[in-house]
């Protein structure tokens, strides 16, 4: 079993900066793919940066990067704007220490943008 717990979400102003983390724990035997998702108000899941590229919203303000020693991966966000507010949410996939394939998710961290 692989759990995922992300962190660092919170309130900022618009133009603000924030770096959320996901940490991957459990049985892992190795991380194919990690990426982040995220969910606004009353919309549909989208991806935000995953290893099929990153949507154009948030080109050149989102960086996302990994620490495969620790399992953890983060997203620095940059310039952020009201449209930014959502929950942000963490996915991995990959082998468990059984060799069985996972498909994890975080539970989501709030971001909320004021304008």
């Known amino acids: 079993q692989v759990q995922l717990v992300e962190s660092g979400g919170g309130l900022v102003q618009a133009g603000g900066s924030l770096r959320l983390s996901c940490a991957a724990s459990?049985?892992?035997?190795?991380?194919?793919?990690m990426g982040w998702y995220r969910q606004a108000p009353g919309k549909q899941r989208e991806p935000v940066t995953t290893?099929?590229g990153t949507t154009d919203s948030v080109k050149g303000r989102f960086t996302i990067s990994r620490d495969n020693g620790k399992n953890t991966m983060y997203l620095q966000m940059n310039s952020l704007k009201p449209e930014d507010t959502a929950v942000y949410y963490c996915y991995a996939q990959g082998l468990t220490l059984r060799r069985q394939s996972f498909q994890s998710w975080g539970q989501g961290t709030q971001v909320t943008v004021s304008s």
């Open positions: 290893t099929g």
């Open positions: 459990g049985s892992i035997f190795s991380i194919n793919a």
